[in-house]
């Protein structure tokens, strides 16, 4: 009975509403069509909401003593919700440039592991071809060894039966 789209001091409450819900809050809802109603009904606590007013204080007393502590208003919670999303905005941004340094940094890492990678095959590929290189010199130095044993023995004993002298055919 005493709710009024149109509230005064005296009522102890004023409407907080959102931009686009405030053209309901044009007419007396006396003047308003059932339409209206049903929007009004579906509309608290969603696009508008009661928030208690400060009432008068009589002298001696203290206007504070006489608001109960109670939920935030809608507003102030709209409020509360942004202050919120901006620090989770923050954060997100934050997290955001942390990732695509990690990002940098990891694709620095693997690019510097390639590179080791790639020595390391250098240097795999060079030691292979040394160890070639190095068991064909050993084999080769194996049958000249050989052969030089089996000539040592001629050496020596054409060295000490010549066969030829200065003289002649012996």
Not at 38 to 58: H, I, M, N, W, Y
Not at 101 to 114: D, S, Y
Request: net charge negative.
């Amino acid at each position: 009975m005493k709710v009024r789209l149109h509230s005064t001091r005296e009522d102890g409450y004023s409407w907080q509403v959102l931009e686009d819900k405030k053209y309901l809050f044009a007419k007396n809802l006396s003047d308003h069509t059932a339409k209206a109603y049903k929007e009004l009904c579906d509309g608290v606590g969603v696009s508008f909401e009661a928030v208690r007013t400060q009432p008068k204080s009589t002298p001696g007393q203290n206007a504070f003593n006489c608001i109960e502590p109670e939920c935030p208003s809608f507003t102030a919670r709209i409020n509360e919700l942004q202050v919120q999303n901006g620090y989770l905005s923050q954060q997100l941004n934050l997290l955001k440039f942390q990732l695509e340094a990690e990002i940098k940094l990891r694709l620095g890492v693997e690019e510097k592991q390639k590179l080791a990678d790639e020595r390391a095959d250098s240097v795999q590929e060079k030691l292979e071809s040394a160890l070639r290189r190095e068991e064909y010199f050993r084999s080769m130095a194996q049958k000249y060894s050989g052969a030089f044993a089996k000539l040592a023995p001629i050496m020596s004993d054409i060295q000490e039966n010549p066969g030829i002298t200065v003289e002649g055919y012996i």
